[in-house]
């Protein structure tokens, strides 16, 4: 026994085991799998065919009710139904011109006389023109103006004296 | 020996060809008919619910049939400049002004008009939402009009009053009232005579033919949302009368 090669006889028993998985047990193993994925496969494409099936009835069973889900009073409803949601009942677009102009008649100041009165829904801003004698009438018109919330945001556009030497101004407010 | 050594790569070969050519593929074939199945079945179980639906948005509708018809004039289905004319014209002269001038703009030439048209909503088959997939939505034109009166300032305001509740749905997009322009050779110096200005959207919009109910949103529940109409409907004071055709035919158009 002396004198005898270890590591060849290693590499000798490594070389047994690869014969024996590609020879007598590695050949069945392989064959089985074989067959399992082909029986895994076919019952693969088996529920896919069923899967069909019911698919293809569901569409049947559909297609026959299809004819109820189409004419004219559907289209009446479909029609009605659409109408009454774009009816715009949004509070802020439903705008009354009396609202504003009775809150700008509670406001001004009985010395100035209104030459125009503008709102631009847009631009999103009122325009107030008017004329008087003094500038402390109109200094009382802004005060009196940003009193109410809506007129808050007051400032002075414009400031002329005309040819009869009254005072025209012009007042803006966003909202 | 040496065949039988032959015989295991080529198994191993083929469970690969099969797996990476075959089985895998049809998974995917599976999960994309699951997703389907899924679908037609909740589509077949809701066709029950849609009938009923349907059923009951006709019996509503019959009932509400006050609704329908003032839905329909409020927001009618054609541009109907006429009428808007004959509205104006009407309130005008009930509210004491005249009409100075009358102002029409080509419907869809305005920004609202160029907004809604990309209007999408989600696409529902047979009341099942099919996500990520966007159907277009039936979206209005808006034509816009601007009338200009002359009249005493109670008139224009109670003119403006008027306009603004008519039973034609619109949008008020600018309104004012000025001292009129004093015109050099006017005998007429009534300092009371004011212009007023007002103008307005005017919504219409097609009803949308050849709809299914299977694929329609409206369907998916039994009753209206009918807040707006509410909201409208105590909104409208002035019930201005239909045109109505009127009769025609003359011989010689010109004289």
Not at chain 1, 62 to 86: H, N, P
Request: one cysteine or more; charged letters at 25%; aromatic letters at 10%.
């Amino acid at each position: 026994m002396t004198g005898v090669n270890l590591s060849q006889s290693m590499a000798a028993q490594a070389e047994k085991r690869k014969k024996h998985l590609f020879s007598a047990s590695g050949f069945p193993i392989t064959i089985i799998l074989l067959i399992l994925i082909l029986v895994g496969w076919g019952g693969l494409r088996f529920y896919l065919y069923s899967l069909d099936k019911k698919i293809t009835a569901l569409d049947a069973t559909i297609t026959d009710s299809e004819s109820k889900f189409q004419g004219e009073s559907i289209d009446r409803i479909a029609d009605f139904d659409t109408r009454v949601s774009l009816l715009g009942a949004d509070p802020s677009e439903l705008i009354d011109p009396e609202t504003f102009l009775i809150k700008l008649e509670s406001l001004i100041v009985p010395q100035v006389l209104l030459t125009s009165y503008e709102y631009d829904d847009r631009e999103k801003v009122c325009t107030v023109s008017g004329r008087t004698d003094n500038f402390r009438y109109l200094a009382e018109q802004i005060i009196s103006l940003k009193s109410d919330p809506f007129f808050s945001d007051v400032k002075i556009d414009a400031i002329s004296r005309n040819t009869e030497g009254k005072i025209e101004f012009t007042l803006k407010t966003n909202f | 020996m040496s065949l039988k050594l032959l015989v295991i790569p080529f198994s191993i070969l083929l469970i690969l060809i099969l797996v990476i050519g075959f089985v895998k593929p049809d998974i995917g074939l599976l999960q994309e008919k699951q997703a389907t199945y899924a679908t037609k079945l909740d589509q077949a179980k809701n066709i029950d619910t849609l009938l009923g639906n349907i059923d009951a948005l006709s019996a509503l509708l019959k009932s509400e049939s006050e609704a329908d018809h003032f839905v329909r004039n409020y927001f009618p289905q054609e541009m109907d400049q006429g009428r808007v004319i004959d509205i104006l014209n009407f309130l005008a002269s009930k509210s004491g002004v005249a009409v100075d001038t009358m102002h029409f703009e080509e419907p869809g030439s305005g920004p609202i008009a160029a907004s809604a048209e990309v209007a999408l909503e989600e696409t529902v088959s047979a009341g099942v939402p099919l996500a990520g997939i966007l159907s277009r939505v039936a979206t209005p034109k808006t034509f816009s009009t601007e009338i200009i009166v002359k009249g005493r300032y109670e008139n224009i305001k109670n003119f403006f009053q008027r306009v603004a509740h008519m039973n034609r749905a619109h949008k008020t997009r600018y309104f004012s009232i000025k001292t009129a322009e004093k015109r050099g050779d006017s005998k007429d110096d009534d300092t009371e005579i004011l212009a007023g200005s007002f103008r307005a959207d005017f919504d219409f919009m097609e009803a949308a033919k050849k709809q299914n109910a299977l694929y329609a949103a409206t369907f998916t529940k039994g009753t209206f949302a009918m807040t707006s109409y509410t909201i409208i409907s105590d909104w409208v004071t002035e019930n201005i009368p239909l045109l109505e055709k009127p009769v025609s035919g003359r011989p010689n158009p010109f004289q």
